[in-house]
């Protein structure tokens, strides 16, 4: 069985590659990165340790990878597959789509069996969009065929993978827990064998409920962190006020899954403690630059703290923590990300009210903007 994984970086190593390996797939990386690139060629292997006191270690062989400019060799790698994954973020699934398209293209013409294309990225219908990003590239012909041969179940992943700064530039350091759902509804053919995935017939409430609370927890921690100049998650979720902000976002989410998917109350609230829990592990040193970059694609409207900010609005809660985030992520000005600095600069050249409407869609009369605008005005001053 083979897997090609398009991304070796972090979960694309320390988590979908071990479990797919572990599954029994010879796993193909396929990376941007070429120094990656010939190190996993050169060692055909790399180790998983697990962030806990003994820190167990797993060794992951019969490895390769591929060049994803080498489009010929990717694409058939692709029409030989028994299954493709991603993990490369959600703004380059349309940079990866093309040679995907060009892999199922042949596919189609030499091979009958289905293929699942299964996008692990944190994004609510990240296979979808892959998908839609991949039929820009085939022929009306090439889409009717994929449409009964070719499946693009959408997933939720978790798992905490820091950046990773050790020597060997292949061992990947990643928390015990881990969690793959995927939507058994847009399987083709049969399911894929790999312990570890979950299965459920309807993905909506499994990602909303990570997005909406690791995510939405892990962005509130790292925001307000930074407002502050703590490095890393685990000590600033040590500060109290961090803590018990996150605590009141968590529970302004919870309440909106519980209502809209009633969720047992008793159960999300384990499962908020559990992931605090997971935020102040000690043997993690996850950066706050790490868990708040790309802030231009977490405040857009469908992600971690615009999306549940609005819904919470339908179901009566009145999301006064979740706007505090959002107004700490505008004051994420980090200068290594790119998306900082466009935000800053937005928020320089045309003001508070014209960056919310440009990336929240929430327009100065919203009446969540009062509530973004007071609490940026006030995070500022500290
Ligand atoms: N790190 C985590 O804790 C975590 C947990 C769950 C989900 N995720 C999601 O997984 C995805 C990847 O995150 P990560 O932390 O592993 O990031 P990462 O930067 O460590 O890995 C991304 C990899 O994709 C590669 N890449 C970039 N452009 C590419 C291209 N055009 N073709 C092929 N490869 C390309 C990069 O070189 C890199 O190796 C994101 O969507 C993230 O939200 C991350
Ligand atoms: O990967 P991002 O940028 O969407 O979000 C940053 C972190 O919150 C994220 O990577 C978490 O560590 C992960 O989603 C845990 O499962």
């Known amino acids: 069985m083979l897997a090609i994984h398009f991304g070796a970086g972090n979960i694309g190593r320390g988590f979908i590659g071990q479990l797919l390996n572990q599954a029994g797939y010879e796993v193909c990386f396929v990376d941007v990165n070429q120094e990656l690139v010939d190190e996993i060629n050169r060692r055909k292997a790399y180790t998983v340790k697990l962030a806990n006191q003994e820190q167990t270690a797993y060794s992951i062989e019969g490895v390769r990878a591929l060049q994803s400019q080498n489009e010929e060799e990717v694409a058939r790698a692709i029409a030989g597959a028994d299954l493709v994954t991603t993990a490369v973020g959600p703004n380059i699934l349309k940079l990866v789509a093309p040679v995907i398209a060009k892999g199922i293209s042949r ?58 700064k050790h020597e060997d530039k292949l061992l990947v350091t990643v928390e015990p827990f881990f969690e793959w759902v995927v939507n058994e509804s847009q399987v083709k053919g049969e399911l894929p064998k790999v312990e570890g995935i979950t299965f459920v017939p309807d993905l909506e409430p499994y990602i909303e409920r990570k997005l909406y609370t690791v995510n939405t927890g892990h962005a509130a921690v790292a925001y307000l962190g930074y407002v502050r100049q703590i490095e890393t998650v685990n000590k600033a979720i040590l500060q109290e006020d961090i803590v018990n902000r996150t605590r009141q976002v968590l529970e302004e989410t919870g309440a909106l899954l519980v209502a809209k998917y009633q969720f047992d109350r008793a159960q999300h609230a384990a499962y908020i403690e559990k992931i605090i829990g997971r935020f102040q592990n000690p043997f993690i040193s996850d950066e706050v630059t790490r868990v708040g970059r790309s802030p231009i694609r977490k405040l857009s409207p469908q992600d971690r703290l615009t999306g549940p900010a609005l819904q919470a609005l339908q179901y009566g809660i009145r999301p006064v923590g979740l706007t505090g985030v959002i107004a700490a992520a505008l004051l994420f000005d980090y200068p290594e990300d790119p998306e900082a600095l466009q935000l800053q600069r937005d928020l320089q050249e045309t003001g508070l009210a014209a960056t919310v409407e440009k990336y929240t869609g929430i327009t100065p009369d919203h009446e969540l903007y009062p509530l973004i605008e007071s609490q940026y005005e006030s995070l500022r001053m500290k």
Do not use: W, Y
């Open 107 to 164: 596919r189609l013409a030499e091979n009958k069996h289905p293929l699942n294309v299964i996008a692990c990225e944190n994004m609510i219908g990240g296979s979808s969009a892959l998908r839609s990003f991949v039929e820009q590239h085939l022929t009306a012909a090439e889409q009717e065929l994929a449409k009964q041969q070719i499946g693009f179940p959408d997933a939720a992943v978790d798992r905490i993978v820091p950046l990773q």
